[in-house]
């Protein structure tokens, strides 16, 4: 079992940047797909990046339209989603999930065991 706890959230204008981090416990963080999620107010949970076991295969949600960028560091437990030209609609509880399955369903909630308590992210206009 893996814990995820995020960080690096926080209030910042429209067109500013964040980069959220989420540290995972144990030693088999290799074997883990990750993802971000987010939830708005009043809104479903909904799929923003994900990245495969070793970072070669990475996914985004249309929304993204090149603003975000996920990473991973294996060796550090750590995976990283960088966001940048931020919008007020942006605005919303960030998630960290983590999946020891194999899954071609990357951007369903259901596809992950494990989330994070998750990080507030909110922009102003």
């Known amino acids: 079992q893996v814990q995820l706890v995020e960080s690096g959230g926080g209030l910042v204008q429209a067109g500013g940047s964040l980069r959220l981090s989420c540290a995972a416990s144990?030693?088999?963080?290799?074997?883990?797909?990750m993802a971000w999620f987010r939830q708005a107010p009043g809104k479903d949970r909904e799929f923003a990046a994900a990245?495969?076991?070793?970072?070669?295969?990475?996914n985004y949600a249309g929304f993204v339209k090149g603003r975000f960028t996920v990473s991973r560091d294996n060796a550090k437990n750590t995976v990283f989603l960088q966001m940048n030209s931020l919008k007020p609609e942006d605005t919303a509880i960030y998630y960290c999930?983590?999946?020891?399955?194999?899954?071609?369903?990357?951007?369903?909630?259901?596809?992950?065991?494990?989330w994070g308590q998750g990080t507030q992210v909110t922009v102003s206009s």
């Open positions: 999930a983590a999946s020891l399955r194999t899954t071609t369903q990357v951007m369903a909630v259901s596809a992950y065991e494990y």
């Open positions: 144990g030693r088999t963080f290799g074997n883990y797909a």
């Open positions: 990245i495969s076991r070793s970072g070669g295969y990475i």
